[in-house]
C-alpha cells in the first residue's frame, strides 16, 4: 500500500493519535507513506492580502505536525497534508492526483452512551468515495494480521483492482482467509459461483443461512477469531441498507476489530 490517508478532526485528539499510530505501523510492513490530512478554508484571492492562503496553509501544517510529533514513526515517512475546503470533496481529489491506496478512519467514541458506530462524514467517505476504507476501533492496537475473514453474499466481484488492498496484505503478513458466504433470502443461484480471482486467494470457504450478512458475520466472528474482518460495499452486499444513511447506527453494526471494507460493483 503506498499512500495511507488519515484524516483529523473526525475524532478527540487521544483516539486520533492512536488510529494514525496505527496507520503507521501498517505502513511499516507494508512499506507506505502515511498522509495526515486536516482541511483550512481558503479566502477569496485578495490582491492586498496575497500570502492569507498560504499562511493559512502553514498554520495548519504546522497544527498537524504539532500532534503527530509525539508518535512512534519507526522509519516511515508521515507528510503534514493541509487541504482546503471540505473533506468530502478534498480527499477525493487529492486521490485522483497521488492514488491512495487506502483511508484509515476511526469509529465512534464515546463508549456505550454514543449510539453511533460511524458518524456523518466518515458514514459518507465510506459510501461516496472510491477508496478502500480501514476503520480502527477505539484505542485499537496494531498486530500483525494472522487471520482474516472475508463475508460476501455473492462470489462475484465485478470491480477492477478490488481485491488488490487484500491480497497485499494477505501476502506482507503471509496470512489466511476464510470465506464465509452467507445466503440470505435474495440469494440468487448465480451468486454461489465464486469467481477465479477471489477463489484464488482464499484459505477456507464457509457458507450459512441468515436473514442479513451482518448476523452471518456475527454468528462466525466468535468462531473464527480473525484479526480482520474485509466486506465489500455494494449494492447488493454488505452495508446495502445500512448506507441509505450517511450514518451507521452501533445497534446495526459494529466491530470491534479493523474493518477493511473494499470497493464492489456500485
Known amino acids: 500500500m503506498k499512500n495511507i490517508l488519515v484524516p483529523l478532526g473526525l475524532s478527540d485528539n487521544s483516539i486520533t493519535l492512536t488510529r494514525i499510530q496505527y496507520a503507521i505501523d501498517l505502513a511499516k510492513e507494508m512499506g507506505g507513506t502515511v498522509y495526515v490530512t486536516q482541511v483550512f478554508q481558503q ?11 498560504q499562511t493559512l496553509k502553514d498554520i495548519t501544517a504546522t497544527t498537524i505536525e504539532e500532534q503527530i510529533a509525539t508518535l512512534d514513526k519507526k522509519g516511515v515517512k508521515v507528510i503534514a497534508l493541509p487541504l482546503t475546503g471540505d ?21 465512534e467514541s464515546g ?27 477505539e484505542n485499537f492496537t496494531f498486530t500483525p494480521i494472522q487471520k482474516v475473514l472475508m463475508a460476501v453474499k455473492s462470489g462475484n466481484v465485478k470491480k477492477k483492482n478490488a481485491l488488490l488492498p487484500i491480497k497485499e496484505i494477505l ?7 476464510k ?13 454461489a459461483d465464486i469467481k477465479e480471482e477471489l477463489a484464488s486467494i482464499i484459505t477456507a470457504h464457509q457458507s450459512s443461512e441468515n436473514a442479513t450478512l451482518f448476523q452471518g458475520v456475527l454468528e ?17 452486499g454488505f452495508f446495502a441498507k445500512l448506507w441509505e444513511e450517511n450514518t451507521v447506527l452501533k445497534k446495526d453494526f459494529e466491530s470491534r476489530i479493523p474493518l477493511l471494507i473494499l470497493r464492489g460493483s456500485d
Open 171 to 177: 501476502t506482507t503478513f503471509e496470512a489466511e482467509i
Open 220 to 236: 462466525h466472528l466468535n468462531e473464527n477469531h480473525p484479526d480482520l474482518l474485509c466486506v465489500f460495499r455494494r449494492k447488493r
Open 43 to 53: 479566502l477569496p484571492r485578495s490582491g492586498s492580502l496575497p500570502s492569507v492562503n
Open 111 to 137: 463508549g456505550v452512551k454514543d449510539p453511533y458506530f460511524l458518524g456523518e462524514t466518515s458514514g459518507s467517505l465510506v459510501k461516496n468515495t472510491e477508496i478502500p476504507v480501514l476503520i480502527v476501533p
Open 179 to 191: 470465506l464465509l458466504q452467507v445466503k440470505t433470502l435474495d440469494f440468487i443461484p448465480e451468486d
Open 87 to 107: 473533506l468530502l470533496e478534498a480527499i477525493p481529489k487529492f486521490n485522483l492526483e497521488h492514488s491512495i491506496s487506502l483511508l484509515v478512519l476511526g469509529a
